[in-house]
T-cell receptor, first 111, second 116 residues
Framework: GESVGLHLPTLSVQEGDNSIINCAYSNSASDYFIWYKQESGKGPQFIIDIRSNMDKRQGQRVTVLLNKTVKHLSLQIAATQPGDSAVYFCAETYTGNQFYFGTGTSLTVIP | GAVVSQHPSWVICKSGTSVKIECRSLDFQATTMFWYRQFPKQSLMLMATSNEGSKATYEQGVEKDKFLINHASLTLSTLTVTSAHPEDSSFYIC????????????FGQGTRLTVV
């Protein structure tokens, strides 16, 4: 398998601020990446994806940046809301089938 | 669309018994499904890739005789944890790819297994 997290980093932000969540992926051959949001006791929920031929992609309130040189992804959430509190994972694939998940970051939004 | 449902959501079983978890794609056909395991405050670990009509492909370190996977139809994959022990207690999550919709995988809500 690929990188597996043993400890969950945490990030706390004030409501209304922007959040930046980072992810280092492990396989330079990975060509497709997805950010997922996971709330407690639930399965992951798709947020946004990006292919390796892009370095930036924007969605509604979210932006994903990809730096292939250093194998780094970031997820930016604008105007963070309490409902954004969750664990965020990046997932990579180089097969187009199997997805391997990063460590994850626990985001807490302070009202 | 693209709903994946797991059953049961939560199960408690006695040590030594076997438990079957179902993963269904409700509104699309999934030739490939995936099974993950997640311990508290940790990431999802891919266990195996389930292919409709053929044997599952297991990730390194995952015991195929312990975690039996069957993908008998385009909408159903099952994971059976055989002779479960307390260390098998975990959150098991499946995902499915829509055969006709590119790369995105859709996840079930997960199954919490507790072995006592």
């Amino acid at each position: 398998g690929e990188s597996v997290g043993l400890h969950l980093p945490t990030l706390s932000v004030q409501e209304g601020d922007n959040s930046i969540i980072n992810c280092a992926y492990s396989n330079s051959a990975s060509d497709y990446f997805i950010w997922y949001k996971q709330e407690s006791g639930k399965g992951p929920q798709f947020i946004i994806d990006i292919r390796s031929n892009m370095d930036k992609r924007q969605g509604q309130r979210v932006t994903v940046l990809l730096n292939k040189t250093v194998k780094h992804l970031s997820l930016q959430i604008a105007a963070t809301q309490p409902g954004d509190s969750a664990v965020y994972f990046c997932a990579e694939t180089y097969t187009g089938n199997q997805f391997y998940f990063g460590t994850g970051t626990s985001l807490t939004v302070i009202p | 669309g693209a709903v994946v449902s797991q059953h049961p959501s939560w199960v408690i079983c006695k040590s030594g018994t076997s438990v079957k978890i179902e993963c269904r794609s409700l509104d699309f056909q999934a030739t490939t499904m995936f099974w993950y395991r997640q311990f508290p405050k940790q990431s999802l670990m891919l266990m195996a890739t389930s292919n409709e009509g053929s044997k599952a492909t297991y990730e390194q370190g995952v015991e195929k005789d312990k975690f039996l996977i069957n993908h008998a139809s385009l909408t159903l994959s099952t994971l059976t944890v055989t002779s479960a022990h307390p260390e098998d207690s975990s959150f098991y999550i499946c995902s499915a790819k829509n055969s006709g919709r590119g790369s995105e995988a859709f996840f079930g809500q997960g199954t919490r297994l507790t072995v006592v």
